[in-house]
């Protein structure tokens, strides 16, 4: 069973990808950097716990937030639904399949055939499309393959997998409401949202307080890892292809703001698009450092990320400022 007439989101970054890919089942068609900026998504936090291998750098709001703030701002109806058991998470997601209803899932990429170079993530979204006796059919970023497949068994471990950011066998859908929207009113509303929250971070480790005391726990990880080779190589792949906390994320602000500004023609906009421009290109330098220690394991690329880092807190308060007023 597949729905034939799926529509596959060609996006980037996961959550927008399969959300995107709803949307356009009910007739709603916008580019990701739109998706992004009304989902208010830019954001950033530094988490380190013992159970982590190395510190997760991220530069959005937590999972499911995006979808649930796109819902909200676009007027649309999402349910959100979780279940301990393997079986009945199935089943779920099958009898909406039946109905030709396409299912945004959450789960963890590393059982999933199709990646290349697997690691635990349980951030993961996908849009699953279809099904037969042994595969699902699913809707994954562009880097991953776009329209992919992968064994039940393999969707079914991927889904319950245990760990930080993981859910119990999440899956959504979202539906239109008799409510409509007026994008010009929700495109200044979501970036005013997004700035606020940005500039007032409830703990230093989100946000422009999190970006800059990120340039300090960088040192004290790089002199702790075990096996830095690693940790600075996948967190720099994270960080710039995955989007987990690199350019990619103020890449798509940046062409949120753009596009905003060509529909709106407000001075604020363009300023913000200016300066995200120059932030994603720090990000890029800050990955590509990161790079750099894992081939060299010298202190004095650490050293120099962590400098970047507090520039760019510095330009993202500031411009987080303006937007908030616009």
Known sequence: MRIEKTKPFDGQHCETTATGTLLRQIGIELTEPMLFGLGEGLGFIFWNMKSMNFPFIGGRVKPDVLT???????????????????????DNVKKLIDNGIVVGL????FHLQYFSRPFHFAGHYVALYGYDNENAFLVDTKQQGGQVKTTLKSLALA????????SKNLYYTLRKTNKTFDLKNVITTAI???ATEHI??????IGYKGIYKTSSE???????????ENDFKTSAMLMEKAGTGGALFRNLYRDFLKESYDLLKLDKLKIGFEAFVEI???????????????QTRELKYIQQASDILKIISEKEKKIMEILATI
Not at 200 to 205: Q, S
Not at 218 to 228: Q, R
Not at 280 to 294: D, G, I, N, R
């Open 218 to 228: 960088i040192i004290k990880w790089f002199k702790t890892s075990k096996d830095i």
């Open 192 to 194: 005013r949202n997004n």
């Open 68 to 90: 649930e703030n796109i819902a909200r701002n676009l007027n649309l109806e999402l349910t959100v639904k979780e279940t301990s058991s393997t079986e009945k998470a199935w």
């Open 106 to 109: 959450k789960l963890d990429c």
């Open 280 to 294: 994603a290109e720090l990000w890029t330098s800050v990955s590509q450092l990161f790079e750099k220690v894992s």
């Open 159 to 166: 889904r319950a997998e245990k760990g930080p950011m993981s």
């Open 200 to 205: 007032n971070p409830p703990i230093t480790n």
